[in-house]
C-alpha cells in the first residue's frame, strides 16, 4: 500500500480473491484450530465470521447506574464484567471485498458493521481456549510466560 489503508483496506489491492479467506491481527497468541473455525464459518453460512472470546474486565472504581435523570438507582463496587471481544481473527467470503472502497482507509469494525448494515450475515465463532492479545506490554510479558509452557499446544506441528 503506498498510504495507510488501516486493517481491512489492504484487503481491496488483493486480485482475484474468489474463495473464503482468513485474516488475523498479527500481535495474537492463541491455541485456535483455524481448520476449525474456516469450517465453522462454511457450515453456518455467513458472509463473515469473528472469532470471539469472553474476557472478564474488572472495574477499579465503584460502578453506578442513574436512571433518566440524576437518581442513582445502584451501585457495584469495582465489578467485574464480561463481554465477548473479537479476537482479531475473521474468516470471510470474497464477497465482502465489493464492501470495501479500493484504495481507501478502513478499519476491520468498520467493515463488519457495514456488513451488517447491509443485512449480511455476520457470525461469532466463540472460543474457549487461550487467547492473549499482545497489544500491550503488561498483555505481551504474559503471554511471553504463557508461551514458555504451552509452547506444543500453540505450535501443534509447527515446532
Known sequence: EDQPLGTAGPLSLIENLDETFLVMNGDVLTTLNFGNLVKYHQDRGGAATIATYNRKVN????????????????????????????????????????????????????????????????????????????????DYQEAWQDFKHMKGEILGDCE
Not at 478502513?106 to 492479545?133: C, H, M, N, R, T
Open 59 to 138: 472495574i477499579d472504581l465503584g460502578v453506578v447506574h442513574i436512571n433518566g435523570g440524576d437518581e442513582i438507582v445502584n451501585y457495584t463496587e469495582k465489578p467485574t464484567m464480561n463481554f465477548d471481544v473479537s479476537m482479531g481473527i475473521y474468516v470471510f467470503e470474497p464477497t465482502v471485498l465489493r464492501y470495501i472502497p479500493k484504495g481507501e482507509y478502513l478499519d476491520f469494525p468498520d467493515l463488519v458493521l457495514k456488513l451488517i448494515e447491509a443485512g449480511e450475515k455476520v457470525i461469532s465463532y466463540a472460543f474457549e481456549g487461550y487467547w492473549q492479545d499482545l497489544g500491550r506490554h503488561e
